[in-house]
Nanobody
Framework: QVQLVESGGGLVQDGGSLRLSCVASIRSFSSYALGWFRQAPGKEREFVAAISRSGVITSYVDSVKGRFTISRDNAKNTMTLQMNSLQPEDTAVYYC???????????????????WGRGTQVTVSS
């Protein structure tokens, strides 16, 4: 059974930073591509960032490029999202997701992911 647990959310001021973590209970963690999505109230779930099995390939939505960094530690079954220069429009529930994919691939569509965490709230005050 696959379990993903996010942590690190909270309340931060405009321009502040947060570091989200996702710990996975998965056999062969390195066989999974991972991603971060977010959902604001009244909006659809939105792709934020993704990382390949080895961590070499990453992808970001344009609105977070240069501010957010996705990374993973396959030895610790952990993925992180370092979020800097946070803006009020980054306010959302952030979810981590995992999908069993071939090497060198990332997934950017929510429907392609098989496993999801329950989310962690990020609130950026202006």
């Amino acid at each position: 059974q696959v379990q993903l647990v996010e942590s690190g959310g909270g309340l931060v001021q405009d321009g502040g930073s947060l570091r989200l973590s996702c710990v996975a209970s998965i056999r062969s963690f390195s066989s999974y591509a991972l991603g971060w999505f977010r959902q604001a109230p009244g909006k659809e779930r939105e792709f934020v960032a993704a990382i390949s099995r080895s961590g070499v390939i990453t992808s970001y939505v344009d609105s977070v490029k240069g501010r957010f960094t996705i990374s993973r530690d396959n030895a610790k079954n952990t993925m992180t999202l370092q979020m800097n220069s946070l803006q009020p429009e980054d306010t959302a529930v952030y979810y981590c997701a995992a999908d069993d994919v071939p090497p060198g691939r990332v997934r950017v569509r929510a429907g392609e992911y098989d496993y999801w965490g329950r989310g962690t709230q990020v609130t950026v005050s202006s």
